[in-house]
């Protein structure tokens, strides 16, 4: 008792300490959500490594800065809500799919990472409300494709990385809605023909990082980065070779009335196909006989 100032203060002090922790606690459920780790006066919510496998409910609406990274959620989605959002972080987690509207009404964000995941694909519209975002992460997948429509929307967009992936090529098309894209960062097994063209007519402006693309094929170019090539090689070596049939040689198929018959095309050029065309034959056997069919 010799160390309180009275005795009034003394009893006082369990009280005051315990209202003190009630309303830390409050505070803390009220404004972050449990398992993760909150700034409030930067509007920040990080929640990396805590094994989550969907969105943490409590997330604040006023929160500018979401770190979701390293945990092992599969569907990005319910997002709508975090309309301030300006950097999103989704790396490392298990999305194999970001579903068109997965960002929807998120016109604040600037900054949003979803690299480190198992992406195959990257569809059409996916980031079509992201009017604001300048930093785009999508390294470190397993793209294969990217559609053609997939950046629509990106009018501000400065920074993309898509390196490390399984991508051969990029169509001019996806790009060609990065009108302010001022870094690529592209280390993929390249195809360098014409659907890099793009790529190649501003080569000499995009900053590629300190790592310009390198050609995987064709052989002639192997090895080759895309900043080496002189404006006349352009056109000599990035080509697409129109599709022809390789194989005309007259099929011949024995078959009988309502039988359904295939014949196969295969073709060459900047997109090798396979065909299978299928008819169901019929006679008419008011001026002709089977035979003469």
Request: some cysteine.
């Amino acid at each position: 008792m010799g160390v309180c100032l009275g005795h009034y203060v003394c009893w006082l002090l369990p009280f005051l300490f315990l209202l003190l922790m009630i309303t830390v606690s409050s505070a803390q459920s009220q404004g972050c959500p449990q398992r993760c780790d909150c700034i409030p006066k930067l509007k920040t919510v990080s929640c990396f490594g805590k094994r989550l496998s969907s969105l943490p409910e409590g997330i604040p609406s006023d929160t500018k800065v979401l770190d979701l990274s390293g945990n092992k959620l599969r569907w990005p989605n319910a997002f709508s809500s975090l309309q301030n959002l300006q950097s999103l972080s989704l790396r490392g987690n298990q999305l194999k799919l970001v579903p068109m509207g997965a960002f929807s009404r998120l016109s604040n964000l600037t900054s949003l990472d979803l690299s480190g995941n198992k992406i195959v694909i990257l569809l059409d519209f996916t980031f079509q409300d992201l009017k604001s975002l300048k930093n785009l992460e999508v390294g470190d997948n397993d793209l294969v494709y990217i559609s053609n429509k997939a950046f629509l929307g990106l009018v501000g967009l400065r920074e993309l990385s898509i390196e490390r992936c399984n991508l051969t090529s990029v169509s001019s098309q996806s790009l060609s809605y990065l009108h302010n894209l001022v870094t690529l960062r592209l280390r993929n097994p390249l195809a360098c023909d014409c659907r890099l063209l793009w790529i190649l007519q501003r080569r000499k402006t995009l900053n590629f990082d300190g790592a310009s693309p390198v050609c995987m094929t064709p052989v002639e170019v192997q090895g080759r980065a895309l900043s080496a090539f002189a404006d006349s090689a352009l056109f000599d070596h990035f080509t697409c070779q129109k599709p022809k049939i390789r194989n005309r040689k007259l099929q011949q198929i024995s078959a009988r009335e309502g039988q359904v018959v295939s014949f196969i095309c295969r073709a060459e050029g900047e997109k090798v196909s396979s065909a299978t065309y299928s008819i169901k034959l019929r006679w008419d056997l008011g001026e002709h006989s089977p035979a003469d069919k």
